[in-house]
């Protein structure tokens, strides 16, 4: 993941997550067999000398790899941002910058200071051991005593409205990533440092974390968090004390409070191992729990492990499981459709899961992280394995595959096939039979609106080809005040607006837990060849009063030109060069089938409805689908997405559904301007709707190519709403093709020909 690409992965503050359930946090200890508080206190833990054996923080080490080939971009970068911060003073956090967010709201300026200010400190602890200069010594010494100075080490957007009271003691992420940051510092320079700037960091991180959080044992909201904070927060706070505490009984406080911190974010995880967070937030929490893990095994000389068990094995393979192509990957929730998760964390656990190299192994510069965070720069120095690199280089460049996935407990589904594409070269007189490959890929999404970091979109799906998700999910917008205050879920990014969801009688998708998806069924052939899903969706439109039930049915299958898909295929497909069609190119077929069945009492409202004029009313239901690429209209009933690899085209029932694109023009993650093309497809009000008795009589007419579009019926519980209400209800059935066809590759042609 670009170690964090757009991602300043954090959320607001404690309000955000105080409602969520941790009662079942303390579970995992059993099924990783972690220590209980009677063995911990009897464990034999080392004393001031793990300081000078750690494995990782060894200067001569970190020295040689730094200079190693694979690295050459990374030191470059290093001395380039260094150099900057060797002749510049640090940016100050001033006042008007620290009380902009409680005026305003907004958050970035502060926080450009703040990253800018770690990354300089990085920058030059990385090049102070390679350089004999006596400056860059002495500037590491300024930055440390100046990060020391700091009113807070805590975001603004952390702290409320910055009153005293609530800076004092407060704990956020990023004061506990600057306390150990400072504390490997600490461990890498000892030896050189000025006596008088290590004992200012001991006093720092004494008075800021450790008497707060180990001797008053004040409770913070993160400790029982199911989510990134309790790992981040957790990890990096315990890993300080193993560096910095002499003081054994606080360093064994420490170690018992962690591991429930890390048991707490673990219960976040279903045995499926999957991030509800997405992929980005996958990357720094379970990121920061695998480097306090490999820390405390290392301190406890392998007694305390906790990188074993199904669970954890399971979490580790998430990236892989959701990865599409090329390094993109499904990016629900606040995560970026490319990452690029951080090769030393990728070649730790590659190597203790013998995960398969189907991951681009990049190694990502300081300045690729905005955040410019400190464990991922150190870790990807120390734990990048170029044979990763070599070996995934060896499986080809896309790392194609044909498998699928079902988290069962997260509600995703992922199928990813090879479309293999003929091509053929005329060569004086003589053919020869090539093939291109192209990835194809789709997901489809469950779960619940209350998940963490949650938009409002049950039923969302992603469409991916060539890597690129042509129909796509918006994944995180600027995190402003707003973004996590009362009224949220009206911004684009986090609305059902921003998804590949309906809008019914006007209403979106509302949030909260009550709001969740039933999988009636799911089926999913490993080969990725075949996925098929039923959703009931119902109890995510709560306003939309007249709703009996909404159903959606996706079903995703690779298919040839001739194997009967329809005469929509034949009619999107390109021809060979002698004007027949080339049956043997594969093309991958979404067919989407929503239900939307009324109560029986608003049947002749809705007549009533479908026959006045109803300009200024609201369609009774608009279906949406998001994309960066905006649509053509080839002719009515077939919209074609142009992208790099492929043609998407969509196939609808232009008499029921009048199709509308609209761009939105937004700010992604990163405060950059971007633009989705919303297509929305409007049911028609004066066409036919039928009732579900004449929609069981219209499922059974096939014909025309339409083998694969019977109407959905509501056959556990219509018989019985109809006998109980006395009439048939209302129905209407949407139903859509998706058609992803792989572009050709020019043919070649010799001279002689």
Avoid at 666 to 686: A, G, K, Q
Avoid at 693 to 713: H, L, M, P, Q, Y
């Amino acid at each position: 993941m670009n170690a964090v690409q757009g991602s300043n992965r954090e959320i607001k503050n404690e309000q955000e997550y105080s409602h969520i359930d941790t009662s079942c946090a303390g579970n995992e200890a059993e099924v990783n067999g972690w220590p209980d508080e009677e063995r911990l206190q009897h464990m034999i833990l080392p004393k001031r000398n793990y300081r000078q054996k750690n494995r990782v923080l060894m200067a001569d080490r970190i020295g040689e790899r730094l200079q190693q080939p694979e690295l050459a971009k990374v030191f470059t970068d290093l001395k380039t941002y260094g150099e900057m911060a060797l002749n510049e003073p640090l940016p100050p956090l001033t006042f008007a910058l620290f009380r902009q967010f409680s005026q305003t709201g907004e958050r970035k300026a502060y926080e450009n200071a703040y990253f800018d200010r770690r990354g300089r400190l990085a920058a030059v602890a990385m090049l102070a051991l390679v350089s004999d200069e006596p400056r860059v010594l002495h500037t590491l010494e300024e930055m440390l005593w100046a990060v020391c100075d700091e009113y807070t080490w805590c975001l603004t957007a952390h702290l409320g409205n910055g009153e005293a009271r609530q800076v004092e003691g407060n704990i956020d992420l990023f004061a506990a990533e600057t306390v150990h940051m400072l504390a490997e510092i600490a461990v890498i320079h000892g030896r050189h440092l000025d006596p008088l700037v290590l004992e200012r960091i001991r006093v720092e991180a004494e008075c800021r974390i450790f008497t707060p959080l180990y001797r008053e044992k004040r409770e913070y909201h993160w400790q029982t968090a199911e989510h990134n904070w309790s790992a981040v927060c957790g990890g990096c706070c315990g890993m300080a004390a193993m560096l910095l505490l002499e003081d054994e009984v606080m360093v064994r406080e420490s170690i018992r409070q962690t591991l429930g911190c890390m048991k707490a974010f673990l219960s976040g995880y279903g045995e499926d191992g999957g991030c509800a967070e997405g992929i980005g937030y996958w990357v720094y929490g379970f990121g920061y729990f695998v480097y306090y893990a490999e820390m405390l095994q290392d301190y406890s000389d392998g007694a305390l492990n906790l990188l074993t068990g199904s669970k954890i094995a399971a979490i580790a393979a998430f990236p892989l499981r959701i990865h599409l192509s090329e390094g993109i990957f499904v990016n629900y929730s606040d995560s970026a459709e490319r990452e690029e998760i951080p090769a030393g964390l990728l070649s730790l656990l590659a190597a203790k899961f013998e995960l398969p190299a189907n991951l681009p192994l990049f190694i990502p510069r300081l300045t690729d992280d905005p955040c410019r965070r400190w464990a991922h720069l150190l870790r990807n120095v120390m734990w990048s394995d170029p044979a990763l690199s070599v070996v995934h280089e060896g499986a080809g460049a896309h790392a194609l595959a044909n498998e699928g996935v079902i988290l069962h407990q997260l509600g995703w589904m992922v199928a990813k096939s090879v479309l293999r594409v003929p091509k053929v070269r005329h060569e004086a007189d003589k053919q020869h039979a090539e093939e291109k490959q192209v990835q194809a890929a789709c997901s489809f999404k469950g779960g619940h609106n209350d998940e963490p970091h949650n938009h409002n979109d049950l039923g969302q799906f992603i469409i991916h080809c060539g890597g690129e998700n042509i129909i796509c999910d918006p994944g995180a917008g600027l995190y402003t005040q707003a973004y996590f205050a009362p009224g949220r879920e009206q911004l684009f990014h986090i609305s059902s607006s921003g998804h590949n969801v309906p809008l019914i009688d006007g209403c979106e998708q509302s949030p909260g837990r009550q709001a969740e998806a039933h999988i009636l069924r799911c089926r999913l052939e490993q080969d990725g060849s075949e996925l098929e899903a039923a959703l009931d969706l119902t109890l995510a439109y709560p306003e939309a009063a007249s709703l009996r039930r909404y159903t959606r049915e996706l079903c995703w299958r690779i298919e040839k030109h001739d194997a009967g898909i329809g005469d929509f295929t034949r009619n999107a497909s390109r021809s060979s060069r002698d004007g027949n069609m080339d049956e043997h190119n594969q093309v991958a077929v979404l067919r989407l089938t929503d239900t939307f069945q009324w109560k029986a009492s608003t049947v002749s409202d809705a007549a009533q409805y479908s026959v006045d004029d109803s300009s200024s009313r609201p369609s009774r239901v608009v279906e949406r689908w998001i994309s960066r690429i905006n649509p053509v209209l080839e002719k009515e009933g077939r919209l074609l997405w142009h992208a790099a690899q492929a043609n998407v085209y969509m196939v609808y029932d232009a008499a029921r559904w009048h199709v509308d694109t609209k761009p939105v023009h937004t700010l992604d993650h990163d405060h950059n301007p971007i633009t989705f093309y919303r297509t929305s497809l409007v049911w028609n009000e004066v066409g036919e709707a039928v009732t579900n008795e004449e929609s069981r009589g219209k499922s059974k007419d096939k014909g025309n190519g339409s083998e694969d579009a019977a109407i959905i019926t509501d056959t556990d519980t219509s018989a019985d709403a109809d006998d109980m209400y006395g009439a048939a209800s209302l129905e209407i059935v949407c139903q859509v093709h998706f058609v992803i066809e792989p572009h050709k590759a020019e043919t070649e042609v010799s001279e002689g020909e």
